[in-house]
């Protein structure tokens, strides 16, 4: 394990760790990105889970570092079991910009994340794809009706970001604050 992700050991699931100082030194120093990715592969769920965070904080001011991991990224989605990773991954994938053909695989991953179990990683797939939506109007239609499925879900926070996003799809509203976490 590489000493950037030595930072990220230790504790438990419900704190974020040092992960917040490391996006900062990985924003400061874009040359240590490869050394923070190295994180989604380990086998420590703290790792994986604050290397996550890391990154999805790092996609907010550097997307541009995250071209060529599309592939890696939707991987790590599809396999991992970790909420923690997998809330982050869906968060981040909103923050990059894509080719055509990788947008189609992000949105279906996205709806593979919406069956997760996981309240948590539910309702930050239905931001992503509430602003995926926003972003090509071409796959409005499919989102929304993704998003619908969930109307009657057990999980009242499911539900109310269900409401949320069609507000935003269907009635355009404005994205909820706190959806997006790019700066403007």
Same mark, same amino acid.
């Given at each position: 394990?590489?000493?950037?992700?030595?930072?990220?050991?230790?504790?438990?699931?419900?704190?974020?760790?040092?992960?917040?100082? =490391?996006?900062?030194?990985?924003?400061?120093?874009?040359?240590?990105?490869?050394?923070?990715?190295? &994180? #989604?592969?380990?086998? /420590?769920?703290?790792?994986?889970?604050?290397?996550?965070?890391?990154?999805?904080?790092?996609?907010?001011?550097?997307?541009?570092?995250?071209? &060529?991991?599309?592939?890696?990224?939707?991987?790590?989605?599809? @396999?991992?079991?970790?909420?923690?990773?997998?809330?982050?991954?869906?968060?981040?994938?909103?923050?990059?910009?894509? $080719?055509?053909?990788?947008? !189609?695989?992000?949105?279906?991953?996205?709806?593979?994340?919406?069956? /997760?179990?996981?309240?948590? =990683?539910?309702?930050?797939?239905?931001? $992503?794809?509430?602003?995926?939506?926003?972003?090509?109007?071409?796959?409005?239609?499919?989102?929304?009706?993704?998003? !619908?499925?969930?109307?009657?879900? !057990? $999980?009242?926070? =499911?539900?109310?970001?269900?409401?949320?996003? #069609? @507000?935003?799809?269907?009635? &355009?509203?404005?994205?909820?604050?706190?959806?997006?976490?790019?700066? @403007?």
């Amino acid at each position: 394990m590489n000493e950037l992700l030595e930072l990220l050991k230790g504790g438990d699931l419900r704190s974020d760790g040092h992960a917040d100082e =490391v996006a900062e030194d990985v924003m400061q120093n874009p040359d240590l990105f490869d050394l923070l990715f190295e &994180g #989604l592969e380990e086998n /420590d769920d703290l790792v994986r889970g604050r290397t996550a965070h890391a990154l999805e904080k790092v996609s907010r001011i550097h997307p541009e570092l995250f071209n &060529g991991y599309t592939n890696k990224l939707i991987e790590f989605a599809k @396999n991992d079991h970790l909420p923690f990773t997998l809330w982050h991954l869906a968060m981040l994938f909103a923050n990059l910009d894509y $080719s055509e053909s990788e947008k !189609k695989i992000i949105i279906s991953t996205l709806f593979h994340l919406l069956e /997760d179990k996981s309240t948590f =990683v539910k309702t930050w797939s239905i931001s $992503s794809l509430t602003i995926l939506a926003m972003e090509n109007p071409d796959e409005k239609e499919e989102i929304t009706s993704k998003i !619908k499925l969930l109307e009657e879900s !057990k $999980s009242a926070a =499911v539900r109310n970001r269900v409401s949320k996003a #069609l @507000n935003v799809l269907e009635k &355009g509203e404005p994205l909820p604050k706190g959806w997006s976490k790019i700066e @403007n």
